[in-house]
């Protein structure tokens, strides 16, 4: 229920919530001759789709596609594959010679791909005439992205959840070991120190973890953070951007978590701890100490919890360094692309799809249509869960497009719950997101090299970390980085940075 519920993370539009589709035209009164129906126009759309419908309805046969439909007059068809495979689908259907008008991207390289090989139709003139709901609710910055010598080529798809990342503390161990709550990086190791070593949960064994993290450092943002460094990011220096992961404060995070990985403070067995292996972690209660996903205790803490309802987590405050730095990675502005094929002849029709969904039907897309969904009571909305998990596959259709306000996301996930702290949680990592300056979209330099630098990175990294080699190797990886095509990228990075500046 709960993964339903938070799937399609996304802010909000103009929705009405009104509940339903727009009714139909009143009955003429006069003896007028009634004007011919406008005839709908057409719009072949394909997007991913990982939802089961209820018996008797399919992509192309449920109650919100027929409500898109008739607020758009639009004849609406829909070709919708696995995330797991989509991808591939998408090159596929491209490299056909039967091509949709719609085609949601979910990967920047893909897009730049299809945007390098003049796939692509500019929708400009057919944006200012039938989006004025997009232009109103995507931010300027993401127009920027998928513009090209003034011509936008995708109308994008707001991230409106940037980083999942919260320090996650076990109060019920810091009582038992009459321990404050964290607030320095110097405070956390010593919390680490002896939630591994002082048997917080009593019961006579050396069987419980300091610190969890996961596979190529994963769970490390707010430890980089009180360093004043995140991975993967391009940062500011004399004027140029610089790649994050070859700064001298990066090297100096390794050597700390080296130093933690030696001292057995972290999960020894992190190097091997894929995301779901460190959420069975916690929920087994051998850990007290991690940074985990903002809606854990609808998670791994919950599972903690009803294994142990002695279990007490709380969200705590992130690791401040030594110089007073903290924070946690910002993750890319967009999460989507909808690109119009060069073939089509149906942007217009397009463009006033898109603008619906952002618009006046997204509340509906969201939240459902309410009195079936949901109901307002005492002025917020209260799911009826029941129906939601019987239509979640909607959320395939509100994650398409985003506006950059999260007032209806909001008030879906407080219909969860208060207690559960969400939009807190939200809120709470949005005050210290660390942002990169480079905010485009790959160019084909980084595009031809990001999988190898990224592998090297993630490679050199755990081993520095869990010292098969030694720390000082940090400065042979960025020759090699800049060597095998690091350089090129930079120069990229910082055209498109000295672009931006006139």
Same mark, same amino acid.
């Given at each position: ?19 339903? %589709?727009? %009714? ?37 046969? &449920? ?29 596929? /259907? ?6 949709? *008008? ?56 707001? =991230?409106? /959840? ?27 190791? @010593? ?14 064994? &050396? ?55 030696? *001292? ?22 051998? =850990? ?12 791994? /803490? ?20 030594? *110089? ?5 990675? %910002? ?19 397009? #463009? ?68 559960? @702290? ?9 005050? #210290? ?7 485009? /979209? ?5 595009? @031809? ?15 520095? #970390? ?11 990886? #960025? ?14 990075? &910082? ?8």
């Amino acid at each position: 229920m709960t993964a339903s519920l938070l799937a399609g993370c996304g802010g909000t539009g103009t929705g009405t919530g009104a509940g339903s %589709a727009p %009714a139909g035209n009143a009955p003429t009164t006069d003896n007028s001759k009634p004007k011919e129906a406008e005839k709908p126009g057409h719009v072949t759309m394909v997007y991913w789709n990982d939802y089961k419908y209820p018996d008797g309805l399919d992509d192309n046969n &449920n109650p919100y596609l027929d409500y898109m439909k008739k607020g758009t007059n639009l004849d609406i068809k829909v070709i919708t594959a696995p995330n797991s495979g989509y991808k591939e689908k998408l090159n596929v /259907i491209m490299a056909s010679g039967d091509l949709p *008008d719609l085609m949601f991207v979910n990967d920047p390289s893909l897009y730049v791909n299809y945007l390098n090989q003049k796939a692509l139709k500019p929708l400009n003139a057919a944006i200012d005439k039938f989006g004025p709901d997009l232009k109103k609710l995507i931010p300027q910055e993401a127009w920027d992205s998928v513009t090209v010598d003034g011509k936008i080529y995708a109308i994008p798809t707001i =991230a409106d /959840i940037q980083s999942t990342e919260l320090m996650w503390v076990r109060k019920d161990w810091l009582d038992q070991l009459k321990l404050p709550e964290p607030k320095t990086l110097d405070d956390y190791v @010593k919390t680490a120190k002896a939630f591994a070593t002082l048997d917080p949960d009593g019961n006579g064994k &050396n069987d419980t973890v300091g610190w969890l993290i996961g596979e190529n450092l994963s769970g490390t943002g707010p430890i980089f953070g009180a360093f004043g460094v995140q991975r993967g990011q391009w940062v500011e220096r004399g004027g140029q951007l610089v790649y994050s992961s070859t700064l001298p404060e990066m090297k100096e995070a390794l050597k700390f978590l080296n130093g933690l990985y030696n *001292d057995k403070v972290i999960d020894p067995e992190w190097a091997l701890s894929k995301s779901k292996t460190v959420e069975e972690k916690v929920g087994s209660g051998k =850990a007290g100490l991690y940074s985990g996903p903002w809606h854990a205790r609808r998670g791994a /803490i919950l599972t903690s919890q009803q294994n142990n309802p002695k279990a007490v987590w709380k969200e705590s405050e992130f690791p401040v360094g030594k *110089d007073g730095k903290f924070g946690v990675q %910002a993750g890319p502005l967009l999460s989507g692309f909808n690109v119009v094929p060069a073939t089509s002849k149906n942007e217009e029709s397009v #463009v006033k799809l898109l603008n619906f969904m952002i618009g006046k039907g997204f509340s509906d897309l969201e939240l459902g249509f309410e009195g079936q969904i949901w109901n307002r009571k005492d002025g917020k909305v209260v799911t009826n869960f029941e129906e939601h998990n019987k239509h979640v596959y909607r959320n395939s259709l509100s994650r398409i497009i985003r506006p950059s306000d999260s007032t209806i996301y909001f008030d879906k996930l407080k219909s969860l719950g208060e207690d559960l @702290k969400l939009v807190d949680n939200i809120e709470k990592i949005n005050k #210290v997101l660390m942002y990169s300056k480079f905010t485009g /979209i790959p160019g084909p330099v980084m595009s @031809k090299n990001s999988a190898k630098l990224q592998k090297l990175e993630d490679e050199t990294f755990t081993k520095i #970390v869990m010292g098969t080699i030694p720390v000082d190797d940090f400065d042979k990886f #960025v020759d090699t980085w800049k060597k095998d095509g690091g350089s090129d990228v930079a120069k990229e990075v &910082n055209d498109w940075y000295a672009s931006r500046k006139k």
